[in-house]
């Protein structure tokens, strides 16, 4: 601990205590349950924004992401070539359905399209696959906290959650929000930090570098490999990983519900754009710094990659560094927890506790359960945090990989619901059950990588969907209220207005700035042809 130094202390505990008043002063505004949820409606777009790129960028980029590229190469930044296209089909798509419902849950959907049955199935899948990922996060910032101080990896398991519980329980999902701000500020700082030190401090020439590493092949982003056994290759990143992010953005409670605070459908639009035009940049930012660090260090392996950057921080020895790294990787980590337990509680009250078991309560009491549902779900993600303390590989991979097993279930489920006509949900529930057993399978029994899980698992839960509802619920007349040729026939039939401030509130239609999304899109592949180019 006497390592650490008293400089580096004082600016993580300051940020740690920074956090903690300001989910105190947050709570001040929390009454009842709805304003836990969804805040008052009057969080600006861009602090939205701002979060929505915090808790999923930079939930374990700061340590997976360089440590990803360092091991493999610059490709991996495939994986993440996608949020244009993500972004394009979530806000035509998913937002306006759950915005202009007015609903805290999403999964509440669900039943209005199929039934209760299909919104308790897809609530659990998103519980189990939260708490999952959400435990892979809080690992990933014990580890950095052992590496800095030598407090025990289980230890700082504790610690973390304790210090992400506390705000999140006093302030909501306001505090959620504007926490995700600061931390977002700290991780970039450090991010940029952290690679304008590396270049300086390069063993050669940094032009000499770049030729070695491209002789190494590290610096080739875009891999056309038709081969499926491999991660990250330009098909795994734009056909796979689009249907992967596609579900964590659309069918992801925790990505949603604060979009869900916007004060008008523009704004919750607006936030998700920022994600759309920003998130590339960052991801390309941290496997840059992977592969500089390959080039640093002489591709020396490391024990565990995860502490690459951790170990570059320690070496340089410039005064707070270390402290303001703890810190940006501490934000990384409780930008993700803090949402993650807002939206898990969020979830256990509103489509379990309040549907099933105490329907006509109180705000109040709504409120006063919903927080100690966050107390659980603090002490449940301990658990599978603790087992992952002996996992391998980079920590980012392992995210990635937990989610893929779940991604065919949410896809199917919201798919079908938006597009088909005739699935019914003891078909759809159906598909379901078999998608998760065909994914086992290919899981166990094949050498295909992982990002195709998505893509066989919601194959088969569509298929077997659309036959089972034919099977067993016969031929559907008219198309749901709830689908979107359904809500277009809503619109059409109520007089309702297609538009608010320029913005569409029916679903299937684009708006004039979901365009640049697409040909950002086609400048991101351009800039990563050219990056390789000009090495």
Not at 268 to 288: D, N, P, R, T
């Amino acid at each position: 601990m006497a390592e650490f130094g008293t400089l580096n202390w004082i600016i993580l505990v300051t940020y740690v205590l920074l956090n903690l008043l300001l989910g105190w002063v947050l709570s001040k505004k929390v009454e009842t349950a709805e304003d836990f949820y969804l805040g008052r409606r009057t969080t600006p777009w861009w602090a939205i924004g701002i979060s929505v790129i915090a808790t999923y960028v930079s939930a374990l980029s700061f340590l997976g992401g360089p440590a990803w590229s360092y091991t493999e190469s610059i490709a991996v930044i495939a994986i993440h070539l996608n949020y244009p296209i993500v972004i394009f089909l979530v806000i035509t798509i998913f937002l306006p359905f759950f915005f202009n419902s007015g609903v805290a849950s999403i999964y509440d959907y669900m039943e209005q399209r199929f039934g209760p049955t299909s919104r308790a199935v897809i609530s659990a899948v998103f519980l189990v696959s939260q708490a999952l990922t959400s435990a892979a996060v809080l690992y990933a910032t014990a580890l950095v906290i052992q590496f800095i101080t030598g407090v025990d990896v289980k230890m700082a398991i504790v610690l973390v959650t304790i210090i992400a519980l506390i705000y999140t329980m006093m302030g909501g999902i306001t505090a959620v929000i504007w926490t995700d701000v600061i931390q977002a500020g700290v991780l970039l700082v450090g991010a940029l930090i952290i690679f304008f030190a590396l270049i300086n401090n390069m063993p050669a020439p940094l032009g000499e570098v770049l030729d070695s590493l491209k002789a190494a092949g590290k610096t080739n982003p875009l891999d056309l490999s038709m081969d499926f056994t491999l991660e990250a290759t330009v098909w795994s990143g734009v056909i796979a990983m689009t249907i992967f992010h596609v579900t964590v953005y659309g069918a992801n409670q925790m990505m949603v519900q604060r979009t869900l605070a916007a004060k008008n459908i523009g704004d919750a639009k607006k936030s998700f754009l920022l994600m759309g035009f920003v998130a590339f940049f960052i991801y390309f930012l941290f496997f840059v710094l992977g592969i500089l660090f390959y080039g640093y260090y002489g591709g020396q392996e490391f024990e565990d990659g995860n502490t690459i950057i951790l170990s570059f921080a320690t070496d340089y020895g410039l005064p707070g560094l270390m402290g303001i790294i703890a810190a940006a990787v501490v934000a990384a980590s409780m930008s993700s927890l803090d949402s993650a337990f807002n939206s898990l509680a969020t979830i256990s009250t509103i489509d379990f506790y309040q549907r099933y078991f105490k329907r006509a309560e109180s705000p109040e009491h709504y409120l006063t359960v919903t927080r100690w549902f966050t107390v659980l779900w603090a002490v449940l993600i301990i658990v599978p945090a603790m087992l992952y303390v002996n996992s391998e590989g980079s920590i980012l991979r392992t995210l990635s990989q937990i989610g893929s097993y779940f991604v065919g279930a949410k896809l199917s489920m919201f798919g079908l619901g938006f597009f088909s006509k005739q699935t019914t949900e003891k078909g759809l529930l159906a598909g379901v059950a078999v998608g998760f057993i065909v994914i086992w399978l290919v899981a166990t029994n094949t050498d295909i990588a992982w990002p195709w899980y998505c893509v066989i698992g919601g194959g088969v839960n569509i298929i077997v969907s659309l036959v089972a509802s034919r099977l067993i619920d016969g031929r559907q007349a008219e198309w749901s209220a709830y689908s979107i040729p359904g809500q277009q026939r809503e619109f059409r039939e109520k007089g309702l207005p297609e538009m608010e401030n320029g913005w569409y509130l029916v679903p299937g239609k684009i708006d004039r700035v979901s365009w640049w999304l697409l040909a950002f899109f086609i400048f991101t592949i351009v800039f990563l042809y050219a990056f390789e180019a000009l090495i």
